[in-house]
């Protein structure tokens, strides 16, 4: 596998970079405004790199279902539904939802939907078992797993 080098850049992003099996050094800078820059250029001098293109968070999906991330993506289901009757999801508290503002235990998630919150991102920031006392924000993701009809349940309690 190739290793690929990830090196935060304060208040710009994240830049991750490596080196082909033909010699070429490719680097992506993932900005914190959902940018992506392609950048191409010789491993001994990482400084000499040129910009390739500027890719959109769109660009970006479409360039990965390219490069064969449909096929990453399919193999998951496949492992998700190997596990009989357990889905895996990722859940947005969308602006204006009453959920914002309110904790995990307040909203009683497990108990009036049935999923366990597995996690918590907001922004960079991963929260993994966050516990009752979580607040959520506006934006929050929250990775949820549970029963299928169990995941309605929390999408229509975060939707309120």
């Not at 991330?69 to 859940?91: F, K, M, P």
């Not at 969308?94 to 918590?120: C, D, F, H, W, Y």
Request: aromatic content about 2%.
């Amino acid at each position: 596998m190739t290793n690929v080098e990830e090196t935060p850049l304060p208040g710009v992003g994240i830049r991750y970079g490596f080196t082909t099996e033909g010699g070429q050094q490719l680097t992506v800078l993932h900005s914190h405004t959902g940018r992506h820059d392609l950048f191409s250029g010789d491993p001994e001098d990482p400084d000499a790199s040129r910009l390739v293109c500027n890719l959109t968070e769109d660009d970006a999906r479409t360039l990965a279902e390219l490069l064969g991330a449909s096929r990453v993506v399919r193999e998951i289901d496949h492992v998700q539904q190997g596990i009989q009757g357990l889905v895996i999801e990722w859940l947005t508290v969308p602006r204006g939802s009453t959920a914002a503002g309110r904790t995990i235990g307040e909203l009683e998630i497990r108990s009036s939907t049935g999923v366990t919150v597995a996690a918590v991102i907001r922004g960079e920031q991963t929260m993994p078992v966050p516990g009752p006392t979580l607040r959520l924000d506006e934006g929050d993701v929250l990775v949820v797993m549970g029963a299928g009809n169990s995941l309605e349940r929390v999408t229509k309690l975060l939707a309120a």
